[in-house]
T-cell receptor, first 116, second 110 residues
Framework: EAGVAQSPRYKIIEKRQSVAFWCNPISGHATLYWYQQILGQGPKLLIQ????????DSQLPKDRFSAERLKGVDSTLKIQPAKLEDSAVYLC??????????????FGEGSRLTVL | KNEVEQSPQNLTAQEGEFITINCSYSVGISALHWLQQHPGGGIVSLFMLSSGKKKHGRLIATINIQEKHSSLHITASHPRDSAVYIC????????????WGAGTKLIIKP
């Protein structure tokens, strides 16, 4: 079974530029999470999708961050314009959840963003 | 009060010691996850529990639903076990929302 795929693994941009990250969850996984992890801190939820619907985006800085999950499969997270404080690892996770049955969590390797 | 509390926050032990990390929660859950993150590394799922006990190699995870408490044990600890261990719970609703503990930073000295 293929894991959660993320790309790019590394990205360096200058502030005010834009960047996009892509996540392809494990096939059949309805739940998809995007997390931001700043060095030395725990992951912070940016957005959670259930299929192609948003469950929680309360911590997504919507003035500069956007995310979509068209067709309920892969997802993109965009930052425009980037700020220095956006330097972090962006983690994607997915799980197979149906009804009230919760599935295992699977994480991608993350996309490390450096904003100069 | 946080909905998911982990203890200890930091733990340093000698190689070979038996390690216990605790997680208490105050919400209704459908499952509890134990996760591991090595320094500079990605996050790996160790266990998903909804009842009882699970074992994988030197790792053992238990959960007591009535007491809303889970423990992660490491037997014969090794320096490669040094990592942050995170407890996360799935809320008992249909949105599969996840609440994370703050993590326990474990250092095993040779």
């Amino acid at each position: 079974e293929a894991g959660v795929a993320q790309s790019p693994r590394y990205k360096i941009i200058e502030k005010r530029q834009s960047v996009a990250f892509w996540c392809n969850p494990i096939s059949g996984h309805a739940t998809l999470y995007w997390y931001q992890q700043i060095l030395g801190q725990g992951p912070k939820l940016l957005i959670q999708f259930q299929n192609n619907g948003v469950v929680d985006d309360s911590q997504l800085p919507k003035d500069r961050f956007s995310a979509e999950r068209l067709k309920g499969v892969d997802s993109t997270l965009k930052i425009q314009p980037a700020k220095l404080e956006d330097s972090a690892v962006y983690l994607c996770a997915s799980s197979f959840d149906r009804g009230f049955t919760t599935g295992e969590l699977f994480f991608g390797e993350g996309s490390r963003l450096t904003v100069l | 009060k946080n909905e998911v509390e982990q203890s200890p926050q930091n733990l340093t032990a000698q190689e070979g010691e038996f390690i216990t990390i605790n997680c208490s929660y105050s919400v209704g859950i459908s499952a509890l996850h134990w996760l591991q993150q090595h320094p500079g590394g990605g996050i790996v799922s160790l266990f998903m529990l909804s009842s009882g006990k699970k074992k994988h190699g030197r790792l053992i995870a238990t959960i007591n639903i009535q007491e809303k408490h889970s423990s992660l044990h490491i037997t014969a600890s090794h320096p490669r076990d040094s990592a942050v261990y995170i407890c996360a719970v799935r809320l008992m609703d249909s949105n599969y929302q996840l609440i994370w503990g703050a993590g326990t930073k474990l250092i095993i000295k040779p």
